[in-house]
């Protein structure tokens, strides 16, 4: 701007002098021509005078100066001409300022030389024999003049020049002062000049709605970061050059990144091809979905292509995690078939024995055997379904009535009622602790610790023992199930609480269990929002510990 007003007044200033130079010049060029024309017509009245008077007589002493007299007769032929011999002048009756001296009395007339520098000025006037004298008289043109006083218009200006350009840079640092002082962000709070206050009315007004526009999008924004924060899908905002816009926190888990990532291609945190060709996709079909493993986890991605107003303006990611689904969903698989397979089992056995009874091919002798044979399938297959509702009413989350139970009376109960199994196995079950009370469902708790002192039982050693420890730790009862028997290798620990999941398979059949007796006491144990754990050496025994 202060460049714009410098030149401005810079070239305003040369325009004017410009001009200036040119008007004065022209002036002075026309005031001294006429009074170079006077002067002529008055030289003019006193020759025509004494040429009347005297005729050739008054020329012939007329010395050759300034001045050429010129004395033509009345067909154009010279007479007498004061710097030439009038016998070898061609005639001049074709010329302009004797045409009209002979027919007006006076004439004039000018003429430039073939370059332009020099005019000459030609007045005529009839005499009273009809004849016409003529004075001339050469001059320099205004270029000349121009070119005359070429040094000192250069001088003037140069000063003038140099004087406009000092004023110019004062005067646009005088004008653009105070408009450097403005103070934008407080428009009306300005003095200065009154010419731009409907601009700074229009600058506050602009501002109050620019505020209010960016406190609107600052509080979307932070409404999207505290959505995005807290989310437990992964979410990523990619532009239409794959570039990350942003990404919350369980994206950055999931791909391994930091915040650093941002404003980058997002093949810098994720370089699968797969993944990479989902996003392509999505962008030109619209949709695309991937699942991906990381880390032993599942994820569903959905990516959706972004548009505005027809045009693609980037891609939204969405990364759900299904371990859990797609865990749930091979148990439900597998427990299908196992459930499938335990039931056809005992069942095929039954029908054996009784299709074998039926055709007769019994002996009597052999008939109770196997009786004997259908009522122990019989009796598993009514275990196996007795336990498949148990699981089925704490997976459904059935209401069970909680109260406070003692857990030191439970586990003597637990102990008890498997006394003739340990001494079938030759195991010693012993029950050690503190009455503690703990609020929970009692059937439960027995279930639990029936089965914990049941698989310790069947899985130990001839000679065995086991040790079940009832305590207080802060506010949570404790009961630990210590065995001495055979222990369970560290890759099958993971599995051994999943439905019908056995480490020995051929053991697991001889005890007659279903497979589904830990399975029952993880889930009992979630349901009273308990904790278990596990530790277990090979050969040297388990200890299983649960929290409530």
């Not at 570039?243 to 650093?260: E, G, R, T």
């Not at 039931?343 to 109770?368: C, R």
Request: glycine share 8%; net charge negative; hydrophobic share 40%.
């Amino acid at each position: 701007m202060t460049k714009k007003i410098f030149w401005s007044i810079m070239i305003a200033a040369g325009t004017v002098l410009a001009a200036s130079l040119i008007v004065i010049m022209g002036c002075l060029y026309s005031y001294f021509s006429d009074v170079q024309g006077k002067q002529l017509e008055d030289e003019l009245s006193l020759a025509v005078a004494a040429v009347e008077r005297n005729g050739k007589e008054y020329l012939e002493k007329v010395q050759p100066g300034q001045y050429r007299l010129t004395w033509v007769a009345g067909n154009g032929e010279v007479l007498y001409d004061t710097l030439s011999h009038g016998e070898s002048m061609e005639n001049h009756g074709d010329r302009l300022e004797i045409r009209e001296a002979l027919l007006n009395r006076a004439g004039k007339s000018s003429r430039y030389s073939t370059t332009l520098l020099e005019r000459t000025l030609y007045y005529a006037q009839r005499l009273e024999d009809g004849s016409v004298l003529r004075i001339s008289v050469s001059g320099a043109t205004v270029w000349v003049l121009v070119l005359g006083m070429i040094q000192p218009i250069l001088i003037v200006l140069f000063i003038a020049l140099i004087l406009s350009g000092v004023l110019a840079g004062r005067i646009s640092q005088h004008i653009m002062e105070p408009l450097n002082r403005l103070d934008l962000e407080k428009p009306l709070e300005n003095d200065t000049y009154e010419e731009i206050a409907p601009l700074l009315n229009r600058i506050n007004k602009q501002h109050k709605q620019i505020a209010m526009q960016v406190s609107e999008l600052q509080k979307k924004s932070d409404e999207f970061a505290q959505i995005t924060q807290g989310m437990m899908e992964g979410l990523v905002l990619l532009n239409e050059k794959n570039i990350i816009i942003s990404i919350n926190p369980a994206a950055l888990k999931l791909f391994h990144a930091d915040d650093s990532c941002k404003g980058k291609d997002f093949l810098t945190i994720e370089r699968s091809h797969a993944v990479s060709r989902a996003i392509h996709d999505a962008f030109l079909k619209g949709h695309n979905e991937i699942r991906l493993e990381r880390v032993g986890k599942e994820y569903q991605i959905h990516i959706n292509r972004i548009e505005s107003n027809g045009s693609l303006i980037g891609a939204v990611i969405l990364a759900f995690d299904i371990t859990e689904a797609a865990c749930a969903e091979r148990i439900r698989r597998e427990f299908t078939a196992n459930v499938s397979h335990e039931l056809k089992t005992p069942l095929q056995s039954i029908m054996g024995s009784a299709e074998l009874i039926e055709n007769g091919l019994v002996k009597p002798e052999d008939m109770p055997r196997f009786v004997g044979h259908i009522r122990t399938e019989a009796e598993r297959l009514v275990t196996l379904i007795e336990d498949i509702i148990r699981l089925s009413r704490l997976d459904e989350g059935s209401e069970m009535p909680f109260e406070n139970v003692d857990l030191y009376e439970v586990a003597a109960e637990a102990a008890a009622e498997l006394e003739d199994t340990a001494a079938a196995a030759n195991v010693k079950v012993t029950v050690a602790g503190e009455k503690v009370n703990v609020k929970g469902v009692r059937q439960l708790l027995a279930e639990t610790l029936y089965n914990l002192c049941d698989n310790a039982i069947k899985y130990n050693k001839d000679g065995g023992t086991v040790e079940v420890i009832v305590s207080r730790q802060e506010d949570h009862g404790v009961v630990t199930v210590k065995d001495s028997g055979i222990g369970i290798s560290p890759e099958y620990q993971a599995r051994v609480f999943e439905r019908f999941y056995r480490v020995d398979k051929s053991r697991s059949k001889e005890s007659g269990g279903t497979g589904l007796g830990l399975s029952i006491v993880k889930h009992a144990v979630q349901y009273m929002n308990g904790k278990i754990d596990l530790r277990s050496t090979p050969g040297e025994g388990t200890e299983i510990q649960i929290s409530i």
